[in-house]
């Protein structure tokens, strides 16, 4: 157990619908990411932030994706508008993110969001 | 890229024998990290190299780092059939984010 949890686990939704998903990082890690992955493929990098401050956001994540950390502790993820190829297991990771620092990252179980 | 690139993308061998996989990546890093995933499940951290480590030892994971070649390789000893995952390596330098392979995809058969 990496102690970064994720809720809900799974997720079934209607194109169309919006679905929103919390991250609750170690609570000493300063910094908390979102990646995608598609089945047979590694994750892809969506966005991370330090603290509270979003610092990068990958081309990948559309306008109707955004994502929060408002009081730089969880985060939530909401899509907006789902549609099928939305469909994937979105993970949560957070580190210490200190200067210098490796950066290794704990990974959260994953949610998975099925859209029909 | 800094991307890293896992070969074989499948590995089957039977439970005892040894499991290597290689990572090769393209830019500068300031570190390699390996990480295991069970089918489903999150990524669980094994263990990170330094640019300026050539080798490092985690119970039966052995990690060797060449930057002069920018490859990486992951050995499992005397491998379980609780080894059975996706291994994916991440080159890592600076920004924060880490970005994946297709990863190899391990079985080990009792």
């Known amino acids: 157990d990496t102690g970064v949890s994720q809720d809900p686990r799974h997720k079934i939704t209607k194109r169309g619908q919006n679905v929103t998903f919390r991250c609750d990082p170690i609570s000493e890690h300063n910094r908390l990411y979102w990646y995608r992955q598609t089945l047979g493929q590694g994750p892809e990098f969506l966005t991370y932030?330090?603290?509270?401050?979003?610092?990068?956001k990958s081309r990948l994540l559309s306008d109707r994706f955004s994502a929060e950390r408002p009081k730089g502790s969880f985060s939530t993820l909401e899509i907006q508008r789902t549609e099928q190829g939305d469909s994937a297991m979105y993970l949560c990771?957070?580190?210490?993110?200190?200067?210098?620092?490796?950066?290794?990252?704990?990974f959260g179980p994953g949610t998975r969001l099925t859209v029909l | 890229s800094q991307q890293g690139e896992e070969d074989p993308q499948a590995l089957s061998i039977q439970e005892g024998e040894n499991a290597t996989m290689n990572c090769s990546y393209k830019t500068s890093i300031n570190n390699l990290q390996w990480y295991r995933q069970n089918s489903g499940r999150g990524l669980v951290h094994l263990i990170l190299?330094?640019?300026?480590?050539r080798e490092k030892h985690s119970g039966r994971l052995r990690v060797t780092l060449d930057t002069s070649k920018k490859s990486s390789s992951l050995l499992i000893t005397a491998s379980r059939a609780a080894d059975t995952a996706s291994y994916f390596c991440?080159?890592?330098?600076?920004?924060?984010?880490?970005?994946f392979g297709q990863g190899t995809e391990l079985s080990v058969k009792p």
């Open positions: 190299i330094r640019s300026n480590e």
């Open positions: 990771a957070s580190s210490l993110g200190l200067a210098g620092g490796q950066n290794e990252q704990f």
């Open positions: 932030f330090q603290n509270e401050a979003q610092l990068e």
């Open positions: 991440a080159p890592y330098n600076q920004g924060g984010k880490l970005i």
